[in-house]
């Protein structure tokens, strides 16, 4: 769409999908998404074509491969930054023990505050509390993110 992506519209769209319901492996605004539905459609919606195919994955995708597979696809399609400069438009992804994968992201739409989809609910955005903070796993900006 534009050389240069603006955090503001990253966090735009991002709030755009509040309210779309969980649906694994979904990527569809307003029908359905998991967490990595809403970065795919994010990033459909800012940059435009998506970089990769997704394959079919299961629920515990994560602990089956025993890969960090989030992690090393993050790597590949976005830049990775400290989480002391994250900023609203840059996405966290978190893993919920030490010793496994990451396994779930979220797009920082606020200084203290995130939008993400998770089971069971819709597409919220919720405040980083201290629970959050303590299972981050990585911090990556969208490519040509400017402020």
């Known amino acids: 769409m534009t050389s240069n992506l603006e955090r503001r519209a990253i966090v735009a769209a991002a709030r755009g999908w509040i309210g779309t319901p969980y649906l694994h492996q979904a990527s569809l605004r307003g029908v359905g ?22 394959p079919p ?32 438009g840059d996405i966290i992804l978190f893993r919920w023990r030490p010793d496994l994968p990451a396994k779930h992201a979220a797009i920082v739409s606020a200084p203290q505050s995130m939008v993400h989809a998770h089971d069971g609910a819709c597409v919220c955005e919720v405040t980083i509390v201290p629970a959050w903070t303590r299972r981050i796993a990585g911090a990556f900006a969208f490519p040509n993110c400017t402020t």
Do not use: K
């Open 33 to 54: 998404c998991d967490c990595l539905g809403l970065l795919r459609g994010v990033w459909r919606e800012t940059i435009g074509s998506e970089p990769e195919i997704v």
């Open 57 to 88: 994955y299961s629920p515990d995708w994560a602990e089956a491969v025993g890969e960090d597979l989030l992690l090393e696809t993050a790597r590949r399609h976005f830049r990775e930054i400290t989480i002391h400069a994250v900023a609203p």
